[in-house]
């Protein structure tokens, strides 16, 4: 069975730390994950220079507990991302913790050495697809990788909890040339990044969920408390069991489809222990994610066209709220975006990775529904 832990909490108080170790309790401690000496990396999610009140970032207040808990214990701290806009020192600085990181000796990486995945020794053997990720070798300089992910939508994938958020372990724009390779097919992508945590296999996993994104995610959305933390060893398992709190089906994320394949645990709930709280005592409700739903459910060419052409999305800029800075067309892998008098999206050759979306910073862009896809997504959200 996999182990997830669940702990209801509201606030980013000062007692932060102790909650932090009320969580771990049941998954051992945090003695069971380092010891004094070990060199620990901790990789939030640094999207790009945001506030803190957007919740498109791990807390602040997340980071420096995790922090000061492992300093506390012995160990030598470093902290990184690859952001998608800026560097991890921005990201940081945005979010004022900067100066005490430093002040208290914490390394700030910046994730420039891309190696194979034969670096990582500690691994799992896995029937590999994709045997070039481009993974930060920094990594390679710690004994243990925590986790520090935060809870929000996705446009491409609907969510992005603890096992998207390694995909931030793949060195700067190599990221874009794996979502040129998935092209539209959800299922590829997903297999790529559940190969990437696999690989990178951080020791723990901590959710920070008490104040998250629904909707326009993961850096434009809505922000809705949640009032959650959860962690576990297994980032599959716990992502798991947000969706079954946010009341989707997981046939809507690829991720566990993907997972499966490789023989990952932790897909069915029924392979999955919960501790602390019940997930009935913390279901949300009105959970919005702008999902999409696979395009490639026929093997016949033909029908796979018509029903593609059917309930094609389309990413909608918003004019009036974009200011043309050229983000959206920096991002884009496949460059079929250009900046006119108007921003212009070639749709027929749109890949719908989504990266303009996700990286535009006034939130101008969004995944718009024609009514063919809100009747299909209706009908597979009831599956």
Partial sequence: MENVSILKETSYNDNLAGKIVKLLEPLGGLNSFCKSGDRVFLKPNLLMPKSIESAALTHPAVIMAMTRLLLDQGCQVGIGDSPGIGSAESVIRKLGILEELTHLGVKIVEFEKAVSWREFSKAPPLKRKFKNLDLAGELLEYDK???????????????????????????????????????????????????????????????????????????????????????????????????????????????FAAAAELGVTGTNLEQIAIWGETIKDLRISDFKIPARIHLDRFNNQLLSKIYQRLIRQKLAIDHQTCIKCGKCADHCPVGIIKIGAKVQIKEADCIKCCCCQEFCPVGAIALQDVWTFKLLRNITSRL
């Fill in 145 to 255: 990788v925590v986790n520090l992910p935060k809870l929000k939508s996705h446009g491409q994938m609907g969510i992005t909890l603890a096992t998207k958020n390694l995909f931030g372990c793949i060195v700067g724009h190599a990221k874009g040339r794996w979502h040129f390779m998935a092209g539209r097919d959800l299922h590829v992508f997903a297999g790529i990044l559940v190969e990437t945590a696999l690989t990178v296999n951080a020791d723990l996993h901590i959710l920070d969920g008490i104040v998250g994104m629904d909707g326009n995610g993961p850096s434009n959305g809505r922000v809705r408390k949640m009032g959650l933390l959860l962690a576990s060893v297994n980032p599959v398992a716990l992502d798991r069991v947000v969706v079954e709190i946010i009341q989707k089906s997981p046939v809507q994320f690829p991720i």
